[in-house]
């Protein structure tokens, strides 16, 4: 617990400092609980996802960090390894390829990176995964393209 | 709920087996040594090999080729030790590097071999034994753990071969997380995400708590024997014995140190001569089935004649009803005693599925009735007597038992017996073990033999309702007449008889099963050579060639079977009975042992 609390600590000072260092993660932590982060990621460039602007919440469990955050988007979006009504998200290191040497900013890094690359063969969300399985690029991308504007684009007007 | 899918295993019965010709069942044809009176216990054919010290060398160096061994923890450590020296002397690796190695690929000491020298740097790569650190400390005099992101002198800061700094208390939990999530802590790599540094047993022993290292040092021996391809657990359980095979060997019946005999290759108990798919089918039936089974179970029946409940607390299925009503009958199909086995000149009458039962004859004839409607019926019976077998089997051992504590010095006394010569009776129920462990399986081979498969049908009912009824006969005299002379008073005239009768027995009952299992083993293609035929004459000269190969030294009552004009007289002056093969004396016109006329 104390171990956790400490390095998570680290890791919100280094977030403090370097606020500027990657203008497409913006990390923040509860204002009354260390355990509780919520994080405003940009959906990478030439995805359907670009444009919006993505929230996750991180709960991190006592062991941090050897054992990893749970991480799921509250934004809604379609995309094959996240589930389309909780926003789980299906990743290899939030499970067993999980390194005590990751933080929550490199977890984000992975995220948007897996927004980018979606691995059709382990889906959550089976619609979308079987778009992109069956090789209907352009019914996935007219797909996620919607759900991006309705749900992670700040409303015009 | 049949499952008719494929399994992935080995045929226990595959053609690969011809090169085991030397063990129980594969007696020679040509050696027609079939010899009655044996006075050299055979009883290392069976489970019990480690009960008979006396000749089991013998028997082990020129007629049963071992395939497999039984290994305590300590030979499993040995083996394990063995194996990493060789690899770290012949790679000129660390010990530690040489376990790493070993358990990537499986404890194949031939396989580390082969990439190893085929690719040295990849195999490097892939199981992650660095050459030299891939991240070069700075010179400073403190390191920030990648871990906890706090500062540490350098004395503190513990790296695996790639430089990576940790700090020992990161180490240790990173170490116990890797070792309470399983046996994959043997694999582990350095914490950092882009290396892949392997983390061995060195480290653990540095940086683990006392308790890890003991969970850690268990995973290790465990993975030596269940990552290992030669080597299983011995199934039974609470035992700590594993059995290494050499795959490809033949039969894939094993007996454990601990006595539990069982197959190697789907590790279900023994079930030679019946397929390991066959038995995978049958027990994923019984357990969609077991509800209905349960009923059956029960341990008591109606009296068919007095309808008063009995219940069945002997081995054999002949079962007599208390007085007055004395009715004998057979625990399996209901049916009067007297209508069972040889007198009624045909198939031994329990072990054969007629789809038309007449109505009437059971007590349970309603419930019969319904469950026929859903094609439970079929399945029953051959539930049934796989299921009684399988508890006379059970019942049998617990007999074996008893006979070897207490009956045998009992009796030796009351007849005034050396107890050497009252071997011939842990030979009957060492023979009556083994013997309803296969029956037991046969049933579920007939299970799944295709309807329609009308001659080989036949056939296989006819081997094993000979089979059965010969050891219904050995089991009932094994049980009930022994009991006569174990309440004696004192010494018994007839006892030498009973000796003659219980040998003979066994020995005939031997015959029997040993034609069914090679029949079985051969898928029963014997029904094509012989044209189809059951008859008597046929299979009875298949019965005389049962002889087994090197089981010599009672070679006194041998019949010469090869001439047929004195096909059933040997030098002796004996004659073998045509039903049963018993060698009779040459005074007695009908056979001592099935009452048949010459
Ligand atoms: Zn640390
Ligand atoms: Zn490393
Ligand atoms: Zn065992
Ligand atoms: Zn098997
Ligand atoms: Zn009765
Ligand atoms: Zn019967
Ligand atoms: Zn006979």
Known sequence: MQASRARLFKEYKEVQREKVADPDIQLACDDT?????????????????????FQLAFAVPEQYPLQPPQVRFLTKIFHPNVHFKTGEICLDILKNAWSPAWTLQSVCRAIIALMAHPEPDSPLNCDSGNLLRSGDIRGFHS??????????????? | MDSEDEFDMHDANGDDDDDNDDDFYSGGDDDAAAAMDSDEADVADYEFIDNDSDDSDDIASHRYQQNYTVLTEADIHQRQEEDIMRISTVLSISEVAASVLLRHYNWSVSKVHDEWFADEEKVRKVVGLLEKPAFASPNVRELIC?????????DRMYTAACGHPFCSTCWTGYISTAINDGPGCLMLRCPDPSCTAAVGQDMISRLASAEDKQKYSRYFIRSYVEDNRKTKWCPAPGCEYAVDFIVGSGSYDVTCRCSYSFCWNCTEEAHRPVDCGTVAKWILKNSAESENMNWILA????????KRPIEKNQGCMHITCTPPCKFEFCWLCLGAWSDHGERTGGFYACNRYET??????????????EMAKNSLERYTHYYERWATNQSSRQKALADLQQMQTVALEKLSDIQCQPESQ???????????????????????????LPEHEQAKRVFFEYLQGEAESGLE???QCAEKELQVYLNAEGPSKDFNEFRTKLAGLTSVTRNYFENLVRALENGLSDVDSHGATCSRAASSKSLGGTSSKGRGGRGKATTSRSSSSSRNIDDSGHWSCEHCTFANVKTATVCQMCHQRR
Request: overall charge positive; proline content about 6%; charged content about 25%.
């Open chain 2, 146 to 154: 990648g871990i906890c992101f706090e500062a540490y002198p350098l």
């Open chain 2, 299 to 306: 341990n008591s029946k109606p009296c068919p004649k007095c």
């Open chain 2, 473 to 475: 006969r050995l089991h």
């Open chain 2, 356 to 369: 038309a039962k007449q109505e009437g004859v059971y007590d349970e004839a309603e419930k019969r009735r």
């Open chain 2, 422 to 448: 009252l071997k011939f009776i842990t030979e009957a129920w060492l023979q009556i073990v083994e013997c309803r462990r296969v029956l037991k399986w046969t049933y579920a081979y007939g299970y799944y």
């Open chain 1, 143 to 157: 797909m996620a393209r919607m759900y991006t504007r309705l749900a992670a684009m700040p409303k015009k007007g």
């Open chain 1, 33 to 53: 609980n260390i355990f509780k982060w919520t994080a405003l990621i940009k959906g990478p460039s030439e995805t359907p996802y670009e444009g919006g602007v």
